[in-house]
T-cell receptor
Framework: AQTVTQSQPEMSVQEAETVTLSCTYDTSESDYYLFWYKQPPSRQMILVIRQEAYKQQNATENRFSVNFQKAAKSFSLKISDSQLGDAAMYFCAYRSRREYGNKLVFGAGTILRVKS | NAGVTQTPKFQVLKTGQSMTLQCAQDMNHEYMSWYRQDPGMGLRLIHYSVGAGITDQGEVPNGYNVSRSTTEDFPLRLLSAAPSQTSVYFC?????????????FGSGTRLTVV
C-alpha cells in the first residue's frame, strides 16, 4: 500500500520570506499523481498544485512551486513571498493512476504559521 | 454550480445513535468519496464510489455504510455512533474523464459523539 509522510508537524515563516514543506511517499508504481492541498481555518480543502509523475518538469502555480524528485520519492512544496493568507494546514497527497477507484492517500499534514 | 454540498456542518450525537451525513454534487462527477480527518493522521478514506450503484470500502470502513443510488448523492450512514467516530468528515468528488485532477471537497461536517 502507498504511504505519504510529512515529517514537519509545524513550520513558521516570516511574511515575504520563502518556506519549503517536505513530503515523501512510498509506492511501487511508476504512474501516479501528487498533490498539495491547503486547509485554512475555514476547514475547506483547496487544491494548491498537482504534479503528474511522468512529467519531469516541476509544476508551478504563481508563488507555489514543487521540487519533484521521482527517484527519491520526494515532493516538496515551496512557497515564495509568503503572505498572511498562506497560514494553514498543508496536506501532501498521492493518487495512483492505475489503481481501481483512484483513491487519494494523504500525509498527516504540516501546519504553516506566517509571522508579520 | 454549488460544487460539493455537505450537511450538516456540525452534529453532536449520543453513543449508539444513528445518523446520515449528506453529500450532494451538481458537477456530474462519477467518483465520490468519504474521508475522515483526525489530528496527526491526515485524511483517511472511509468509502468510495466510482459511479451510481457501485461502492467499495476504503481504509477505515467499520461502523459506516454508504449507497449511491444517483450520480449526485452519496450519503454516509453511521449505524451506531461511538466516541471513536468523533471526527471531521469530508465528502469529495471528481470526474472520471479528468484523471489528472484532484478531488473537489465539500466544506466538511464536524461530528462529536458523546
Amino acid at each position: 500500500a502507498q504511504t505519504v509522510t510529512q515529517s514537519q508537524p509545524e513550520m513558521s515563516v516570516q511574511e515575504a520570506e520563502t518556506v519549503t514543506l517536505s513530503c515523501t511517499y512510498d509506492t511501487s508504481e511508476s504512474d501516479y499523481y501528487l498533490f498539495w492541498y491547503k486547509q485554512p481555518p475555514s476547514r475547506q480543502m483547496i487544491l494548491v498544485i498537482r504534479q503528474e509523475a511522468y512529467k519531469q518538469q516541476n509544476a508551478t502555480e504563481n508563488r507555489f512551486s514543487v521540487n519533484f524528485q521521482k527517484a527519491a520519492k520526494s515532493f516538496s512544496l515551496k512557497i515564495s513571498d509568503s503572505q498572511l493568507g498562506d497560514a494553514a494546514m498543508y496536506f501532501c497527497a498521492y493518487r495512483s493512476r492505475r489503481e481501481y477507484g483512484n483513491k487519494l492517500v494523504f500525509g498527516a499534514g504540516t501546519i504553516l504559521r506566517v509571522k508579520s | 454550480n454549488a460544487g460539493v454540498t455537505q450537511t450538516p456542518k456540525f452534529q453532536v450525537l449520543k453513543t449508539g445513535q444513528s445518523m446520515t451525513l449528506q453529500c450532494a454534487q451538481d458537477m456530474n462527477h462519477e467518483y465520490m468519496s468519504w474521508y475522515r480527518q483526525d489530528p496527526g493522521m491526515g485524511l483517511r478514506l472511509i468509502h468510495y464510489s466510482v459511479g451510481a450503484g457501485i461502492t467499495d470500502q476504503g481504509e477505515v470502513p467499520n461502523g459506516y455504510n454508504v449507497s449511491r443510488s444517483t450520480t449526485e448523492d452519496f450519503p454516509l450512514r453511521l449505524l451506531s455512533a461511538a466516541p471513536s467516530q468523533t471526527s471531521v468528515y469530508f465528502c469529495a468528488s471528481r470526474p472520471d474523464r479528468a484523471r489528472g485532477y484532484g478531488y473537489t471537497f465539500g466544506s466538511g461536517t464536524r461530528l462529536t459523539v458523546v
